[in-house]
């Protein structure tokens, strides 16, 4: 038997390969590193420039940002059309104040077609002071010109109490000539100077101008004295030179020259040539965005753009020692040496041990078999063991793995996620990464509107199209288009179409490839077309949830539209309500208030509020119009007051025919005539007093109902049947009355109150009383014991109002119909509070609305805001006939009593108040004449003052 060759283990062999590639990279890392060093020292000094140039823009930014919005607003200044002195003077607050907002502001003016002029300007330093020849204590001084007057300083203290003036009578300024009034008269945009040196206080700066709609100019200078400071501030190396210029040169600012003095005659900007010993002019003609070395290659230059808005460049400049680049990389490769031995050392060390662990991989690899085996794909194999077979396999396992995690993930955000637009990003982020591609779009086809629109992208979709219109029904066609569409170049790309079960196009999917011969690949087509047929029954799901969702909106919609044009006298209430109730929810939500802080609705929860309010009133369907719409007493399908008249007619003619006949008769014709007078005169005084007492505006005196009673028992003779021409069933209820066999002639009360008016419930009684079986709902409402009661004189007594007690029964029960309707849909799970919510509007937090006598413990803050939003609503509402619209001051004092005496909730209507949400509704809904001002302070003491224990 032949000997058997000498073998390495495994570990060795893996260890001392670890180790020599370890001292091989370690010698090669030793022989570059000073190239490298180098090269990021020089890039980490650019990165620190270029993050000046960052803070330099956004200085800018901020700086002229707000200037835009300056000149805006003032360009629609009352000031601009001001004509004299004394009228502009009205203003000086607010400019003082912009000037107190905006520190950089060193001067605001405005120059008139006229030639008048005004400037104000805050003295922020002593100098500025001594220069405007200022009092002590000047915060601000004013100068004023009028061409036909003169020339005045003003001089006003941080109060703008005026410390004193000089008077100057020969104006020798004309902003007319100067070229910022000059620029902006020439255009209605707003115009920028070039950088320059103010006059006043030698900092440099620039004007913005902007001319208004009736030509004046104003102006506004910025300093920009910040560049200087910031650029002196920033720490990028020993002897780095810094400078910001112009495109010629002019140097706007540098920690490397000193600041221009206040009396220094010359007021332009310095050049960079007048510094002949900075370094910064070896690089004077360098173009922008480029380093280069000077000449005798002891500096490296660097000047790139750092502002470039309204015509205005702003170049920074910089200029840097190469010693002090290389010494510093000195620095860093002494380091590196030091770092890279001790490391050397430790891998040595470590070699064997990490040899070792790569050793024992087919280990680790069964172990991740068996967690797959086992349904985990949380785990995630991450192997370099150096064996190129166990590697792949690991690899591949890896790449297993984490398809069927991410195939898990888009199952449960197919599932899971309620939100369409995140479900369609997400799915596309994991459907990108699952089949390997660089970019993925997912477009959605809108059938009505033949437009595809890119719903969601991952990945770089510069230069893909947003939308897409005039697109076919067809897929092929669709496909074709979006190809056209897509950027030219190198890549490849599929596009897959996305149908529903009824076989209709819904979108496109567009997947960039990372390997181009993927697209040839017949599997991996039809493993991505798989894939995306997730995301089509996803979609084709949602869109038919959407439909439903909007069809069951439409009809809610339609529901309530019915029911406010069904009167014409509360049309639209329930649509005005909902946008109360959204207004008020969205308030409560920002509140910190103790009561609200936990108070959050999510979407699911604001959808049942809004449903709830659109439906609010839905039981009014069953209200019958006569009696919702009721204006005077005596109506029900008319006005029957002129029935009554018709009486009265007949009374009349009686008192003329017995005048007549008592002439006849031959009695004392004077006797006669004043007693038909009188008759007459009674008549008259009793028939206004009924027609008064029919309109209901004001309550009924107990004298005035005395007299009603007097009149109901005056007779007048009637001699036509009242048997006949008659319904069905009024002539049941007569029959019932006992009056069959009434026959006329026969006498008639003025004002009846039969038999036949009562009208009873007969087997339609709603369930309302609390001791009724058939009352499942909770309901505790007394029950009238007529359905109606149609007396004349019992209409007419009506204490108050124009409503009896059967038809005011008959208008509240319009929510008892409400619940049980909306309690009947089978609503889904996060709805079921719909019913409770709408169907509470009329409960009080005291216990004693209706219908169910609800306390405030068991009413929902939704449901408290729908009982305000409902009554402020009616309150103001200029549609109803039986009140005038209330103004808002008028709607919250009655709002104020009602809070503090249990009706509505109290905290609720505090931020009612509080939050202004009333004048959020007035805005949009309200007749200007009804929003009159309001005193917030005096409402919510009315409020404050009337609080009950039992409410407070």
């Not at 010359?266 to 070896?282: D, F, H, I, K």
């Not at 009846?752 to 609390?770: F, M, Y």
Request: charged content about 25%; aromatic content about 8%.
């Amino acid at each position: 038997m032949s000997r058997s060759r000498a073998s390495l283990s495994l570990q060795t062999l893996i260890s001392s390969a670890i180790v020599v590639a370890m001292l091989v990279v370690a010698a090669v890392i030793f022989a570059i590193s000073y190239q490298y060093s180098r090269e990021l020292v020089k890039d980490a000094t650019l990165d620190r420039i270029h993050l000046v140039a960052d803070e330099l823009n956004s200085l800018m930014e901020r700086t002229f940002l707000p200037a835009e919005r300056t000149l805006e607003l003032l360009s629609w200044d009352e000031l601009t059309a001001a004509e004299t002195t004394e009228e502009r003077l009205s203003s000086l607050p607010k400019l003082t104040d912009l000037l107190r907002k905006d520190q950089v502001i060193d001067a605001i003016y405005l120059g008139y077609e006229d030639g008048d002029f005004m400037l104000v300007r805050p003295i922020r330093s002593e100098s500025v002071r001594e220069i405007v020849k200022a009092p002590v204590d000047t915060a601000f001084v004013g100068e004023f010109i009028e061409q036909d007057g003169q020339q005045q300083w003003r001089f006003y203290n941080d109060q703008l109490e005026q410390l004193g003036q000089r008077i100057d009578p020969k104006v020798s300024y004309d902003p007319r000539v100067r070229p910022w009034f000059d620029i902006a008269q020439r255009s209605s945009e707003m115009q920028v100077s070039e950088p320059y040196i103010f006059f006043t206080t030698r900092e440099v700066g620039m004007t913005l101008s902007k001319s208004a709609q009736n030509r004046t100019i104003i102006g506004v200078d910025y300093a920009l004295n910040d560049l200087s400071k910031l650029l002196a501030a920033t720490p990028i190396g020993e002897g780095v030179e810094l400078a910001l210029v112009t495109p010629d040169l002019r140097i706007i600012a540098s920690p490397q020259i000193p600041p221009l003095a206040v009396n220094q005659a010359e007021v332009e900007l310095p050049r960079l040539n007048q510094y002949p010993a900075l370094t910064l002019n070896s690089f004077a003609n360098m173009p922008t965005d480029t380093l280069e070395a000077s000449e005798s290659e002891d500096y490296l230059g660097y000047r790139f753009n750092v502002f470039d808005q309204w015509n205005i460049q702003m170049d920074l400049m910089v200029s840097i020692p190469e010693a002090g680049l290389i010494g510093d990389v000195t620095e860093l490769q002494t380091q590196a040496s030091l770092v890279a031995l001790g490391l050397t050392l430790f891998m040595l060390a470590g070699g064997w041990l990490i040899g070792r662990r790569i050793s024992q991989p087919l280990h680790v690899l069964t172990k991740q078999v068996e967690q797959l085996a086992a349904f985990d794909f949380t785990q995630t194999l991450e192997q370099k063991s150096g064996v190129k077979e166990v590697d792949e396999l690991a690899i591949q396992l890896s790449s297993m793995t984490a398809t069927i995690s991410r195939f898990r993930k888009i199952a449960h955000t197919l599932a899971a996620e309620p939100d369409t637009d995140r479900m369609l990003h997400r799915v596309n982020h994991l459907l990108a990464e699952t089949v390997g591609g660089r970019r993925s779009l997912i477009y959605l086809y809108d059938f009505d509107q033949r437009q595809l629109t890119r719903a969601s992208h991952y990945g770089q979709s510069s230069g893909t199209p947003e939308q897409i219109d005039g697109v076919p029904e067809d897929a092929k066609s669709q496909v074709q288009m979006l190809r056209d569409s897509l950027p030219k170049g190198q890549s490849e790309y599929l596009i897959i179409p996305l149908f529903n079960r009824d076989n209709e196009s819904l979108g496109l999917i567009e997947i960039e490839l990372h390997d181009q011969s993927l697209r040839k690949n017949a599997d991996y087509r039809a493993f991505v077309k798989e894939l995306s047929g997730l995301a089509a029954t996803a979609l084709s799901t949602r869109a038919m949830l959407e439909e439903q969702r909007n069809l069951t909106e439409a009809i809610i919609k339609l529901l309530a539209d019915a029911i406010d044009a069904k009167s014409p006298y509360t049309h639209g209430h329930c649509a005005r309500v909902p946008e109360l109730a959204k207004l008020l929810i969205q308030a409560t939500e920002r509140s910190t208030a103790e009561p609200f802080k936990d108070f959050k609705l999510d979407d699911q929860q604001r959808y049942t509020v809004q449903v709830a309010s659109w439906l609010h009133d839905c039981g009014k369907i069953t209200s019958p119009e006569y009696v919702v719409d009721k204006a005077v007493k005596l109506e029900t399908l008319y006005n029957r007051i002129h029935e009554i008249r018709t009486r009265f007619e007949v009374l009349w003619r009686d008192a003329e025919i017995a005048y007549l006949k008592g002439l006849l008769e031959k009695q004392n014709e004077t006797d006669l005539r004043n007693k038909l007078k009188a008759r007459r005169i009674e008549l008259h005084k009793d028939f206004e007093l009924i027609a008064q007492a029919n309109i209901g505006d004001v309550p009924l005196k107990p004298e005035n109902l005395e007299r009603l009673n007097e009149i109901a028992n005056q007779e007048w003779t009637r001699h036509f049947d009242r048997r006949i021409g008659l319904s069905y069933a009024e002539a049941e209820r007569l029959r019932a009355a006992g009056h069959e066999l009434e026959t006329p002639p026969t006498q008639a009360k003025l004002l009846e109150d039969r038999a036949d008016h009562l009208i009873s419930w007969g087997d339609r009684i709603p369930p309302v009383t609390k001791d009724d079986p058939n009352n499942r709902w909770g309901f505790d409402m007394e029950l009238t014991e007529h359905a109606r009661n149609l007396g004349e004189l019992y209409n007419l007594s009506v204490p108050r109002g124009t409503l009896t007690e059967e038809e005011r029964f008959k208008v509240n029960e319009h929510v008892v119909q409400s619940i049980i309707m909306l309690e009947s849909l089978p609503l889904p799970r996060f709805m079921r509070a719909v019913p409770d919510i709408a169907g509470n509007h009329h409960e009080r937090m005291d216990g004693k609305g209706y219908p169910r006598k609800l306390n405030a413990s068991e009413l929902s803050i939704p449901a408290r805001i729908m009982a305000i939003a409902d009554v402020f609503e009616a309150l103001t509402a200029s549609d109803r006939p039986y009140k005038p619209a209330k103004k808002l001051s008028q709607a919250l004092t009655i709002l104020a009593y009602m809070a503090a005496e249990g009706h509505i909730d109290p905290e609720i209507f505090k931020l009612f108040v509080e939050e202004e949400v009333y004048a959020k509704y007035a805005e949009a809904h309200l007749e200007a004449e009804q929003r009159d001002a309001v005193d917030k302070r005096a409402i919510l003491k009315i409020f404050e003052s009337r609080m009950q224990p039992e409410t407070a």
